[in-house]
């Protein structure tokens, strides 16, 4: 019988499982949506797509999912007995045909929307991205006008280092800033009437 040693040293190494791997898999910028699909259908880690290219995105860290499971039970308490639905991620939200986001959080108003679809949404009326501290921009910048083309009503960015809420209203093809809220403030949703969650909870969330 072969024992564990045995097995390790008879794996390729890992330079030549790199080249099959590369072999079999498409290059960066010839990914197909359906390519895209099946391989997050099977995986747990958040990968984004657009236009044939991957980008897979960081692990989330503690703090990241203590602020989103603190969100994700002020959005799925407020919306869903008003006939809403919240998911979080992982959750695909196609933006365009060729091009998908993974949101942190994303809701409609009416979970009988047709967008609502089970393998990938179709739209959405908000999103919520919890900012990373390894690329902000992306969350800040890059996610602001793909939400927007998107066609999303609200935006709304998180930023822990700023101990900020940022909601964006989309007015024609851009965001316009809604409010910017701090510590001692409430964060207002602008097509949820009604709801607020206290910044300092959102922060202190643990």
Request: aromatic residues 10%.
């Amino acid at each position: 019988m072969a024992n564990s040693t045995t097995l390790t040293n008879s794996l390729p190494p890992a330079q030549e499982w790199k080249d099959v791997l590369e072999e079999i898999l498409p290059p960066q910028g010839r990914w197909s949506e359906d390519e895209y699909l099946v391989l997050t259908d099977h995986r747990n880690r958040l990968v984004e797509f657009t236009d044939g290219f991957l980008e897979v995105l960081p692990t989330p860290t503690d703090k990241h999912q203590s602020i989103l499971k603190f969100l994700f039970r002020a959005f799925y308490g407020f919306a869903e007995p008003r006939g809403g639905k919240v998911q979080f991620a992982p959750m695909r939200l196609q933006i365009r045909r060729g091009k998908f986001r993974e949101p942190d959080l994303v809701l409609l108003l009416s979970a009988a929307d047709p967008r609502r679809q089970n393998r990938f949404w179709l739209g959405a009326d908000l999103t919520l991205e919890v900012v990373s501290e390894e690329k902000p921009e992306r969350d800040l910048i890059d996610k602001r006008n793909d939400y927007a083309e998107g066609r999303i009503p609200e935006y709304w960015i998180v930023n822990p280092q700023t101990e900020t809420i940022t909601v964006l209203r989309l007015r024609a093809d851009a965001y316009e800033e809604a409010g910017t809220y701090r510590r001692g403030e409430s964060a207002a949703s602008a097509i949820l009437a009604g709801f607020s969650v206290a910044v300092a909870g959102v922060f202190d969330a643990d």
